[in-house]
């Protein structure tokens, strides 16, 4: 059975703070892995990774997938209150459907 | 402005009706998703449509319905059937099915008393 598993399941760190989120996944023909954001209510699309080993940036975002071990981290450096969220993996199979973990929830305190 | 748009944002209805929740895009995209998600769980698929007038059932489509008339648009019918239909529906497209990136519409949150 496909599926995708997040680690942790929720963490409490002080502003300033480095975070690294965890994601592993088995789903056959896999694609890629994508991470989102959720706040409030839509999630918000943050990266798509598809070869190994390429970190993926943006401003204070990282992400990097290993294919050989299954999994991806997503890192947040320097974090601030707006960060708070509910961070999403998904894994997608060739011409199928997404597999979402069940979500990290961050909350970042000041 | 492209997006999804979803309504109602809040539901309440009693035990026993039907409801329907709309979703439209005006994105242009093939494929649009249902999901369910509740407390502490993932994103689950109810229904997805790879094209017009053609969908499918995911993983969880035990008391739903879809239609799939209109390319922008995707309602997606709560029956009685379904035993437990509490939850926050999120509706979303893609460019085509499996491609990828999805884009979400804003949610609605459902409360059956």
């Known amino acids: 059975e496909d599926k995708v598993v997040q680690s942790p399941l929720s963490l409490v760190v002080h502003e300033g703070d480095t975070v690294t989120l965890n994601c592993s996944y088995e789903?056959?023909?896999?694609?890629?892995l994508l991470w989102y954001k959720q706040e409030k209510k839509a999630p918000t699309f943050l990266f798509m990774l598809?070869?190994?080993?390429i970190e993926k940036k943006s401003g204070r975002l990282s992400s990097i997938l290993d294919k050989k071990e299954l999994f991806s981290i997503l890192n947040i450096t320097a974090t601030q209150t707006g960060d708070s969220a509910v961070y999403l993996c998904?894994?997608?199979?060739?011409?199928?459907?997404?597999?979402f973990g069940a979500g990290t929830i961050l909350r970042v305190k000041s | 402005d492209g997006g999804i748009t979803q309504s109602p944002k809040y539901l309440f209805r009693k035990e026993g009706q039907n409801v329907t929740l709309s979703c439209e895009q005006n994105?242009?995209?093939?494929?649009m998703y249902w999901y369910r998600q509740d407390p502490g769980q993932g994103l689950r698929l109810i229904y997805y449509s790879q094209i017009v007038n053609d969908f499918q059932k995911g993983d969880i489509a035990e008391g739903y319905s879809v239609s799939r008339e209109k390319k922008e648009s995707f309602p997606l019918t709560v029956t009685s059937a379904q035993k437990n239909p509490t939850a926050f529906y999120l509706c979303?497209?893609?460019?085509?099915f499996g491609g990828g990136e999805l884009f979400f519409g804003e949610g609605s949150r459902l409360t059956v008393l």
């Open positions: 598809t070869s190994s080993g």
């Open positions: 979303a497209s893609s460019m085509s």
């Open positions: 789903v056959t023909n896999f694609r890629s």
């Open positions: 994105l242009n995209h093939d494929a």
């Open positions: 998904a894994a997608c199979e060739y011409g199928n459907k997404l597999v």
